[in-house]
T-cell receptor
Framework: TQLLEQSPQFLSIQEGENLTVYCNSS?????LQWYRQEPGEGPVLLVT?????EVKKLKRLTFQFGDARKDSSLHITAAQPGDTGLYLC???????????FGAGTRLFVKA | NAGVTQTPKFQVLKTGQSMTLQCAQD?????MSWYRQDPGMGLRLIHY???????DQGEVPNGYNVSRSTTEDFPLRLLSAAPSQTSVYFC????????????FGQGTRLTVV
């Protein structure tokens, strides 16, 4: 069974601080996605990374896919209260169509 | 352009009742899937479909049935509801393969008493 472990599970920081969320597995994925979810809403896709070692930037968010395609990280620079939410990583298995989600990292950014 | 529409948004069932959760998409995506989200456990895949007429089981399929007669619709049926099926259910669609779940619906909050 493929598992994706996210850490930390919960993070409470002050506005302006930097943070990194990690997503780790012993399995290889064909791609990995990061989502953000707000209360009462469905997850919203932030990014998909496909190539080992790939780095993608989305404004203050930087996403990296591990060289071996088993892990990923999300780094937020100068966090803002609007970044508050549940961040989920999800790996698509090498067969192509089954996605495994991590349990999520709940981020709270205080003004 | 509605995207992914789930109905109902809320539902309370008695143990043993059956019901169908509806999911419709207007993006002409081949891939559709159903997840349940429980506290501390992330999203778990129930069933998925890679196109009309094709469905397959995910991680937690027991107690649920699906069908995919059209590209647009992917209903999830609970055969005999149990309290363990109390959860928030999400439908998702995507263009397939590397971007399987690109768009999620707003969810159905189901309580089984």
């Amino acid at each position: 069974t493929q598992l994706l472990e996210q850490s930390p599970q919960f993070l409470s920081i002050q506005e302006g601080e930097n943070l990194t969320v990690y997503c780790n597995s012993s399995s290889v994925f064909s791609s990995l996605q990061w989502y953000r979810q707000e209360p009462g809403e469905g997850p919203v896709l932030l990014v998909t990374v496909v190539t080992g070692g790939e780095v993608k930037k989305l404004k203050r968010l930087t996403f990296q896919f591990g060289d071996a395609r088993k892990d990923s990280s999300l780094h937020i620079t100068a966090a803002q209260p609007g970044d508050t939410g549940l961040y989920l990583c999800a790996g698509v298995n090498t067969g192509g169509f089954k996605t495994i989600f991590g349990a999520g990292t709940r981020l709270f950014v205080k003004a | 352009n509605a995207g992914v529409t789930q109905t109902p948004k809320f539902q309370v069932l008695k143990t043993g009742q059956s019901m169908t959760l509806q999911c419709a998409q207007d993006m002409n995506h081949e891939y559709m899937s159903w997840y349940r989200q429980d506290p501390g456990m992330g999203l778990r895949l129930i069933h998925y479909s890679v196109g009309a007429g094709i469905t397959d089981q995910g991680e937690v399929p027991n107690g649920y049935n699906v069908s995919r007669s059209t590209t647009e619709d992917f209903p999830l049926r609970l055969l005999s509801a149990a309290p363990s099926q109390t959860s928030v259910y999400f439908c998702a669609t995507g263009p397939g393969h590397l971007n399987t779940e690109a768009f999620f619906g707003q969810g159905t909050r189901l309580t089984v008493v």
